[in-house]
């Protein structure tokens, strides 16, 4: 079965530092991986997904994140963490044959020092 | 698009009554999904659907949660009879055909039961 483990329940950067949240997976076969952000009091949006077309990954608001299968990892990062980066993010990763359902990690709350 | 749009925001009940959460999916899109977020266990899915069908139920606590999916537009999650321990926060998600995997999520009811 797969899954995604998120290290660090809680991350904290000065901003304009450098952002790293950690995600690994499990799977048994090539999946698809997600990042997705959480902002106070809302539902969670798409910040970006990897597909096996590139390992690097751009998406939204300046993150980028890299697949690794050498290391089952899919870490998520941002050369310049902005006040408006304090969220929730969540890793998720899900099969290609059941691409229906999503495993979510138990996510990571990142806050934005002045 | 609206998105995803749930009913109730807020809900405050108190034990034993009957709770009925709502969901509107964008239009278009035939697969939904019901999560619930809560400190403790973070985001765990409920039951999705889809084309109207229920294909996964097993993240459903119990008998007291019932969802049903009666047209493409609308979808209810109720709990009947509400406990404390239901209190958290309910979002609803759907995805179109072409990329399941890719849900977009309401707002979310936040639900309080006393």
């Known amino acids: 079965a797969q899954s995604v483990t998120q290290l660090g329940s809680h991350v904290s950067v000065s901003e304009g530092a450098l952002v790293l949240l950690r995600c690994n997976y499990s799977s048994s076969v090539p999946p698809y991986l997600f990042w997705y952000v959480q902002y106070p009091n809302q539902g969670l949006q798409l910040l970006l997904k990897y597909t096996s077309a590139a390992t690097l990954v751009k998406g939204i608001n300046g993150f980028e994140a890299e697949f690794k299968k050498s290391e089952t990892s899919f870490h998520l990062t941002k050369p310049s963490a902005h006040m408006s980066d304090a969220a929730e993010y969540f890793c998720a990763v899900s099969l290609y044959s059941s691409a229906s359902k999503i495993i979510f990690g138990s996510g990571t709350r990142l806050s934005i020092r002045p | 698009d609206a998105g995803v749009i749930q009913s109730p925001r807020h809900e405050v009940t108190e034990m034993g009554q009957e709770v009925t959460l709502r969901c509107k999916p964008i239009?278009?899109?035939?697969?939904l999904f019901w999560y619930r977020q809560t400190m403790m266990r973070g985001l765990e899915l409920l039951i999705y659907?889809?084309?109207?069908?229920?294909?996964?139920d097993s993240g459903m606590p119990e008998d007291r949660f019932s969802a049903k999916m009666p047209n493409a537009s609308f979808s209810t999650l109720k709990i009947q009879p509400s406990e404390p321990r239901d209190s958290a926060v309910y979002f609803c998600?759907?995805?179109?055909?072409?990329?399941?995997?890719?849900?977009?999520f309401g707002a979310g009811t936040r639900l309080s039961v006393l």
């Open positions: 998600a759907s995805s179109q055909p072409r990329a399941k995997n890719i849900q977009y």
């Open positions: 659907f889809n084309n109207n069908v229920p294909i996964d």
């Open positions: 239009s278009g899109h035939n697969s």
